[in-house]
Every structure is written in structure tokens, then in C-alpha cells.
Nanobody, 123 residues
Framework: QLYLADSGGGSVQPGGSLKLSCRAS????????MGWFRQAPGKEREGIATLSSTGTTNYADSVKGRFTISKDDAKNTVYLEMGSLKPEDTAVYYCSAGYGWRTGLLSTEWSYWGQGTQVTVSS
């Protein structure tokens, strides 16, 4: 079982930057992959960036070149650095995790979820 605590959301103007964090706890001795999803009001949860247990990354086209996912293994923490933010990036952002190697952007492929953190991009 993995427990995820995500944080770092807030309000930012278009073109600005934010960095989200997600710390995993519980049974972290087995290799696991992590990712970030987001859900805007009235829309389905969308996968935006994933990082496999071996370091392979996968990004949605909508964030490629603007967002970067990374991990500090010593801290069991994954980060999402978001730049050149747009109003359409406004959503609740969720950290995800799953044991083993995975990079998929479908929410059904991930077993564990953080509580979500709100990101609002507005002038």
C-alpha cells in the first residue's frame, strides 16, 4: 500500500511557474512508478506526466516542453515543475503511483492517488 501526499498548488498568472510535490509513504521498498494527472471542472481526469520505476518519462502533448516530472528517490518524492502556464492548465492536480514499471497516461492504470491540489492560472 502506498500513501501519497501532494502539495504546491496555488494561483499564478499566465506565463508563470509552479512546482508541485508528492511524497510517497507506506510500503516503498518495492519499486514503483509515479505520475501526475489533472481534472478540470466537468472534464475527465487527464494524465499529463509519468515517471517509471527506471526513469522513463511520458508526457501528454498538451504539456510537453512546458512541464517536467522528476523524482528524489531518497525522499520518495516526485515533483512536477510547470512553466509557461496557461489558463487551460487550471485544474485539480493529482499525484498517482503504482507498483512496478508503468508510464501510461490512463487513470485506470494507476492504483494509488493523492488528495489533489488546486492550480489556478488567471490574470
Amino acid at each position: 500500500q502506498l500513501y501519497l501526499a501532494d502539495s504546491g498548488g496555488g494561483s499564478v498568472q499566465p506565463g508563470g511557474s509552479l512546482k508541485l510535490s508528492c511524497r510517497a509513504s507506506g510500503y516503498t521498498a518495492t519499486t514503483y512508478s509515479m505520475g501526475w494527472f489533472r481534472q478540470a471542472p466537468g472534464k475527465e481526469r487527464e494524465g499529463i506526466a509519468t515517471l517509471s520505476s527506471t526513469g522513463t518519462t511520458n508526457y501528454a502533448d498538451s504539456v510537453k516542453g512546458r512541464f517536467t516530472i522528476s523524482k528524489d528517490d531518497a525522499k520518495n518524492t516526485v515533483y512536477l515543475e510547470m512553466g509557461s502556464l496557461k489558463p487551460e492548465d487550471t485544474a485539480v492536480y493529482y499525484c498517482s503511483a503504482g507498483y512496478g514499471w508503468r508510464t501510461g497516461l490512463l487513470s485506470t492504470e494507476w492504483s494509488y492517488w493523492g488528495q489533489g491540489t488546486q492550480v489556478t492560472v488567471s490574470s
